[in-house]
């Protein structure tokens, strides 16, 4: 192979893989959006338009609902695990006390008591 033909592969190659990241990054950085419509949605911008929230406060608070959400799909995630480990259990994969040791784990690391 010349060099020109090994320049014109790596070309395509670069083609490809970029393709590739594009396509799924997109949904990606459509749920982004989706998350920032919800908060418009909210009516938050229009407090800030009118006067009854600062800029400072506007930004405050749509961080607080953005950690609100994080927060939720966390639980959800731990919700989804638990289900999981409640099942492997009832086909006695687990004995109880490893059932609930591994719970013990899962409680720690999602933070919930």
């Known amino acids: 192979m010349s060099t020109g033909e090994l320049l014109f592969l790596g070309f395509i190659l670069f083609i490809i893989i970029f393709s590739a990241v594009r396509l799924a990054i997109g949904p990606l950085i459509t749920a982004a959006e ?5 908060i418009d949605e909210s009516g938050l911008t229009n407090l800030s338009n009118i006067g009854v929230l600062s800029k400072k406060e506007l930004n405050e608070v749509i ?3 953005y950690n609100k959400g994080y927060e939720n799909r966390e639980y959800e995630t731990y919700l989804k695990y638990a289900k999981v480990l409640n099942e492997l259990k009832e086909t006695n994969y687990f004995t109880e006390e490893a059932f609930n040791e591994k719970m013990e784990k899962l409680k720690n690391y999602y933070g919930v008591k």
């Open 34 to 38: 989706v998350d920032e419509k919800t």
């Open 63 to 65: 961080q607080i609902f």
